[in-house]
């Protein structure tokens, strides 16, 4: 079954305090997978995509990496304002049109 | 703003009733999707549109239904409407589907009572 685990489910940090949130997937072939930040009530906002493995992203504070089984968010010295919901999600192979999402990682930065 | 718009914002019904959420894709892109995210749960998703055909069916109830119109702009209807059907419904859209990213709208919270 396909399946997207996400881990921890919450995270605090102090401000400063870089860490990493896991994203694991069991598909039988990877299409893409994605990165979105989710602050509450609100809609997913996109990050990253990844496609193959050993692909990075940046973007600010933000760095994103695939292997063949697990991507990462790497957070550099967060701040505050980097405190939200993070989702991954996966299309396989063989059903492009379907985005299978994790249940997140909830991320608290204290100041 | 990613571009995506969703109305209304919020909306409070009594069970039993039906609802339609509409949603309006960035321009250009002929895909839209529904996601249906209750409290404290992850999104799950519901059904997508390419171009004005159903593609990709999810976890959708026989009481939902959606549909494409000619010019992209797409309605959810969710009828006989239950008290567990609570929660944030969001549409999405891409350029094509498949591989492409998916830009978020802002969501309809939706009150059943």
């Known amino acids: 079954e396909d399946q997207v685990t996400q881990s921890p489910e919450a995270l605090r940090l102090q401000e400063g305090e870089s860490s990493s949130l896991n994203c694991s997937y069991t598909?039988?072939?990877?299409?893409?997978l994605f990165w979105y930040r989710q602050d509450p009530g609100k809609g997913p906002e996109f990050l990253f995509t990844?496609?193959?493995a050993g692909e990075e992203k940046e973007k600010e504070r933000l760095k994103a990496t695939l292997t063949k089984k697990e991507s990462f968010l790497h957070i550099t010295a967060p701040k505050p304002e980097d405190s939200a919901t993070y989702l991954c999600?996966?299309?396989?192979?063989?059903?492009?049109?379907?985005?299978?999402f994790g249940s997140g990682t909830k991320l608290n930065v204290k100041p | 703003d990613s571009g995506v718009t969703q109305t209304p914002k919020h909306l409070i019904t009594a069970t039993g009733q039906r609802v339609t959420l509409r949603c309006s894709p960035r321009?250009?892109?002929?895909?839209v999707y529904w996601y249906q995210q209750s409290l404290d749960q992850g999104l799950q998703f519901l059904i997508q549109?390419?171009?004005?055909?159903?593609?990709a069916k999810g976890n959708i109830l026989e009481r939902f239904s959606a549909q494409q119109f000619p010019d992209l702009h797409s309605e959810l209807n969710l009828s006989s409407l239950e008290l567990g059907d609570s929660a944030l419904y969001f549409c999405?859209?891409?350029?094509?589907?498949?591989?492409?990213?998916?830009?978020f709208g802002p969501g309809t919270r939706l009150t059943v009572l």
């Open positions: 990844l496609y193959s």
């Open positions: 549109y390419y171009n004005g055909e159903e593609r």
């Open positions: 321009s250009g892109d002929l895909s």
């Open positions: 999405a859209s891409s350029q094509r589907g498949g591989s492409n990213e998916q830009f």
């Open positions: 598909v039988s072939g990877l299409r893409g």
């Open positions: 999600a996966v299309i396989p192979l063989y059903n492009f049109n379907k985005f299978y």
